[in-house]
């Protein structure tokens, strides 16, 4: 299906519908009538197939406690295969209710008060707060800047394992906010680090279906079973952020590793007794089964959004840096030869009136850059332009 028509079919008016992000404005930004393009869902409807299969089973009207269907693990197998080309095992799965609440529960099965877990700022905010609420010690690696975009800093990464003795790291691939997929090399080389210093990995994998033409994922299963390493990763994903499912409360958490299972299943027992999410299970299985093409379809939507903001802006206010979307739906945009950080809330919340993500909440470093939701119309991409141009004519005018 081509973008418009995906569009036509699938955008929906979301306001009153409970949503954190139409309907939570007024709470998160204090001002209700923004344009919402925070926080990671879409603004697309799930595929049809997907709500025939959840009416269906509204329609029996019983919701009493459910076994996992028994096609749910041929489906996400199939799918693992066809687009991540994992060989993904049954025994490896366990549940979650979300990716979030499986960090916390893997951080608190697999570390001790005050381990030391590295992150890579700047990255997705709740993994400093699923490492400091639970008195875990934080170190950071950052990212770096470089012309070709986003990189790891190797050395400074291997410096932090060595000096904090850290337990734990916790990858983000594809990244966000920067939008990288990690090659081959890139992961090979810090799986590598990981394993010298006998280092656990929790690879985040949550948008691992969302990449851009030209661009491919590597899963980190792939290269731990070349490094013989599996003894020593988790990987976590969900059919969440592909198809839109957050609120229906299913993610994924692989432990290949037996050892690792038993200590998981062990502390299960003792901290976690939740059910699993029928109608999120019944909408992933559906999903992993039948949504290849609508996949598709949706990328291109993603792709279309990413091409007209990155060549409008090229165009009309080119001090914007938008760095290169290679994975997610997040553009990642460095306004500081723009905006003078400080202002930044002041132009784009206040005088825009565009509801974005701060580059401060993923690091204190990147201040004065802003994360913006593409997973909506090309009408709200069209309109996010025009209210930053209006903003230029007042920053020019003003000059
Ligand atoms: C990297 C990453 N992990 C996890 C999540 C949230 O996952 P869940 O809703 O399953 O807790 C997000 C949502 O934006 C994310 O970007």
Redesign the pocket.
Known sequence: MEATEFVQNYYQKRYQTDSLKWDGLEERYGDGKLLPLW??DMDFSVPPFVQETLKKRIDHGIFGYSLVPTSYFSAYEGWQRRHEQTAFQKDWLHFT???????YDLISCFTEEDDQIIIQPPV?Y?FFDAIKKQKRQLVTSNLVETKAGYQMDLAGFENQLINNNVKLFIL?SPH?PVGRVWTKAELTEVFRLCKENDVLVIS?E??SDLILPGYSFVSAVTIAEELNFLDHLIV?N?P??TFNL?ALLN?HIWLPDKDLQIQYQDWANKHRQTENSVLGQLAGLTAYDKGDDWLQSLLSVINQNYQLLKEQLGKNIPEIKVHDLQG?Y?AWLDLRNWLKTPETKSFIQEQAGLAIDYGEWFSAETKGFIRINLATSSDNIKFTLNRLYEVNRKIKGGK
């Open positions: 926080v990671a209710t979300g990716v979030v609440q499986g960090l997705y709740p983000c966000n985040d949550i948008h976590c969900a969440s952020k957050a993610a997610t997040l």
